[in-house]
Structure formats: structure tokens, C-alpha cells
């Protein structure tokens, strides 16, 4: 297992970050198959009304998982600092006490999103023919909240030590086990949306109780009772860097939710088009939020070690690596799209053109400004490798203010289409929040550390 563990503050930083990444974008690739091979047998299996009523629990479905991921995310930073510090004891408090956090964070979410769900389904206009199924899948999976945090924490345990192949492997049994179960629950028996939702909830089970196996065999990981004491100001130091990352997965869903609102005036075709081109959207992002995480792991490492210089490094190479890449990903939608998104597509040959139309567009232009968002996701990571979370909430705000005033102007002025623009305008404002963010940060960074060899 030991040979998992990976020290970021020697090496080359290029071939650090990106052998870091592969294994993550690897994982996320598999995670992904979750949402694509749900839509694909809801889309296919269900019909276009069923593809409609996922897309419709899509954004507040994200929110929860957004804060999810936040909190964890926020505490792994302080994990990724102590591990490259080599405070192995304070380390295993930080877990400990981010166990504590994260499960009672886990039960006030199940509570907040059984309270909301219907009232936030009706507050953005859902159609009466879709929104028993939307509410019926949101209901599922956010009874399943404390199982998505347990994932996520023990994943960005294992990252902050610098180990990616485990998650993947994670990935890889979870996504087979969903897979199969979708088969059987939707097509063997007839479950369903909610067939769809469980089994995602049972795939992730079985991710966390593999992850959990294998940090239980690192031996500096060896967890004493008092480790889980919660100490105040470490759970205040865990929550300042949690909390800023929740809100602003919170703000942004919040937007995209204001989207929906916009997308479910269009008509059911549409939502089911807009929908269909949302859910490759985790496709197009699977590098950059690699790229993100190998960019936590390494700056807080090298942080917490003092090589500063390193982090310049590292950033220079990331955004080079990850550029490049988004390039890539984008010719492949552009040369391919019309051909996946036809996986997710049934209904009548008219249905069909009509939703195959709304998708295309839509991946088009997301796919030519992919650069954009991939710039995004690795400056803003830096920054909270640096232990700074709240520039990048500011970023988030940015996004929910850029989103949200483009989804509900532009389509004033160009019809339907208009609403295709409002992710491309969150993801350009945020980035200029970052670069500048960045530059405030960077000055911060202690010179003593730039005299040691490395």
C-alpha cells in the first residue's frame, strides 16, 4: 500500500501532476459511466418524458453533492499540508475530526433535502408530467447523502496522500456494479427512475467500503479514539476551509438551478436535448477536475513543505498539460458528438431530430470554449492548495452572477439559443476572478522557502 503514497515535493512537477491525474481522470471516467449509463437506460428504456425528469433533478441534485464534495475537498487540503509536513500524528486528527464533520454534515443535508426538494421542483416551473419522477429520484438520493460523503471523504483521504490508483479501482467495481444493477432494477423489474437512483446509491456503497479497506491497511493511518475527539479550533480550521468550498458548489448549482428555470419554459423536447448534452458535460470536465485535484494535492503538499517555488512550477505545467488536453477533448465532441449523444436519445423520428438538434448545438459550443473552463479548474485548485478558499468563492459568485444574468437576458435577444451562452459566460467570469486571485495569493507564498534545492 505504502507504495500508493506519493511525495509531490520531489520531482519534476509535469510528470508529477499528470501521472497523478491519470489515474484520477481514469476513476472519473468510471464515475461518470454512474450518470451515463443512467441516462442512456432512462433515455433509451423510459423515453423522452423520463430523460426530461432526470435532467429536471439534475442542478439540485448536484448542489447537495457540490456541498458534499466541498467539505471534503476543503479538508483534504489540511491533510495534504500535514502529510507533506510528515505530522503524521496531527494528521490522523485532521481525519478524525473531518470523520466527526462529515457525518454530522451528512445527516442536516438528508434532512435539508427532503424538506426542499418539492418546493424548489415547484419553484422552478417543472412540468406536471415530469415532476413526480424528478421528485421520486431526488428523494432516493438524498437519502443516500451519507453514503456520497463517506465516498468522497475517504477518496480525498487517499488523494491527499498522493494515492490515485485506489479511488480508480473504486470506480471501476462501483461503475460494473451499476451497471448491472441498472439493467436489472429499470429492465428486469420495471422499477424505473427509482430503479436508476438505487442503483447509483449501492454502487457508491461498495465504492466507500473499498477505499475504506485500503486505508485501513496504511499504517501511519493506525486511528486511536481521541483521533475522532473533536478538537474546536481544528474543526474551526477544517470548517474555514470546507465551508467556503461548499458555499460556493452551493452558489453555482444555484445558478445552473435558474437555468433549468429558463430550459423548462422551452418544452419538454428541449429539456430533454439540454439534458442529453448535460450529462456529457461531466465527460468534458473529467480532466479538468483530475487536473484540479492533482493540483490540491500537490500545492498543499509542497506547501506545507515550504517549496514555493515548486508550486509556480507546477502551475505553469498544469495549465499547459491541461489546455492541451482540453484541445483534444473538444475535436472529439466536435468530430463525434451527434454519434454519442444518440445513446441518450429515443422517441419518435420528429422527437428525435428535435432533441438531436438541441443537443448538438449546445455540446458545440461548449466543446469549442472547453479551454476556458479547463484554465478555471486548475488556477482555482491552486489556490485552494494554497489554503485559500474563499478567492475561489468569490469565483463562484462570479459564476452565479455571469450565469445567471446571461440565462435570463440573452434569451431576450436570441430566443432559445441564448441560453446555451450562460455556462461559457460563468465559466469566462470566474476565470478572471482566479487569474487575479492567483497573483494576490502567490505574493503571499514564504520567500525562504525559494533558496532550497530541489
Known amino acids: 500500500m505504502a ?38 437506460v432512462v433515455g433509451k428504456y423510459l423515453g423522452v418524458s423520463a430523460l426530461a425528469a432526470l435532467g429536471a ?216 436535448g439540454f439534458t442529453a448534452t448535460n450529462k456529457l458535460y461531466g465527460i468534458l470536465e473529467i480532466a479538468a477536475t483530475s487536473y484540479g485535484y492533482s493540483m490540491i494535492t500537490y500545492v498543499g503538499q509542497n506547501l506545507g513543505a515550504g517549496r514555493s517555488r515548486r508550486i509556480r512550477q507546477g502551475l505553469r505545467a498544469a495549465l499547459g498539460i491541461a489546455v492541451a488536453t482540453s484541445v483534444v477533448i473538444a475535436l472529439i465532441m466536435l468530430v463525434f458528438g451527434q454519434f454519442i449523444l444518440s445513446w441518450f436519445i429515443s422517441g419518435t423520428p420528429e422527437e428525435f431530430d428535435q432533441t438531436m438538434q438541441v443537443a448538438y448545438f449546445y455540446l458545440s459550443i461548449m466543446s469549442i470554449c472547453l479551454p476556458i473552463l479547463y484554465v478555471l479548474h486548475v488556477v482555482r485548485s491552486t489556490i485552494q492548495g494554497m489554503g485559500n478558499t474563499m478567492l475561489p468563492m468569490l469565483s463562484g459568485v462570479m459564476e452565479f452572477t455571469m450565469r445567471t444574468l446571461t440565462a435570463l437576458l440573452l434569451p431576450l435577444a436570441l430566443g432559445e439559443i441564448g441560453i446555451f451562452f450562460a455556462e461559457i459566460a460563468a465559466w469566462a467570469g470566474a476565470d478572471v476572478v482566479l487569474v487575479v486571485s492567483y497573483f494576490v495569493v502567490a505574493r503571499k507564498l514564504p520567500v525562504e522557502a525559494e533558496i532550497r534545492k530541489h
Open 3 to 40: 507504495s500508493r503514497i506519493k511525495n509531490m515535493t520531489e520531482g519534476k512537477p509535469s510528470s508529477l501532476i499528470l501521472t497523478f491525474a491519470l489515474p484520477l481522470m481514469a476513476g472519473n471516467v468510471f464515475q461518470q459511466l454512474y450518470t451515463v449509463v443512467d441516462t442512456m
Open 57 to 272: 433533478s439534475d442542478w439540485l441534485n448536484w448542489m447537495m453533492l457540490g456541498i458534499v464534495q466541498g467539505f471534503t475537498q476543503g479538508f483534504a487540503i489540511l491533510m495534504a499540508q500535514e502529510f507533506g509536513a510528515k505530522r503524521l500524528e496531527q494528521l490522523r486528527k485532521v481525519i478524525g475530526n473531518s470523520v466527526v464533520l462529515s457525518l454530522f454534515s451528512s445527516l442536516a443535508l438528508v434532512l435539508l433535502g427532503q424538506l426542499t426538494a418539492l418546493p424548489v421542483l415547484m419553484l422552478l416551473k417543472t412540468p406536471e408530467a415530469i415532476i413526480s419522477d424528478s421528485l421520486l429520484y431526488l428523494r432516493i438520493m438524498f437519502l443516500g447523502i451519507p453514503i456520497v460523503m463517506a465516498y468522497n471523504l475517504l477518496a480525498c483521504i487517499l488523494r491527499s496522500l498522493g494515492d490515485g490508483k485506489t479511488p480508480l479501482q473504486a470506480m471501476v467495481v462501483a461503475s460494473v456494479t451499476n451497471i448491472l444493477l441498472d439493467l436489472l432494477f429499470v429492465m428486469v423489474f420495471h422499477w424505473g427512475i427509482a430503479g436508476a437512483a438505487i442503483a447509483t446509491l449501492i454502487a457508491q456503497l461498495i465504492s466507500s467500503l473499498y477505499c475504506l479497506y485500503h486505508i485501513w491497511e496504511i499504517e501511519f493511518l493506525k486511528m486511536q479514539k481521541t483521533d475522532f475527539k473533536p478538537q474546536g479550533a481544528l474543526c474551526g480550521k477544517l470548517m474555514a476551509l470546507g465551508s467556503p468550498m461548499a458555499f460556493q458548489n452551493c452558489i453555482i448549482a444555484i445558478g445552473g438551478m435558474i437555468v433549468q428555470f429558463v430550459v423548462n419554459g422551452f418544452g419538454v423536447l428541449f429539456i430533454a
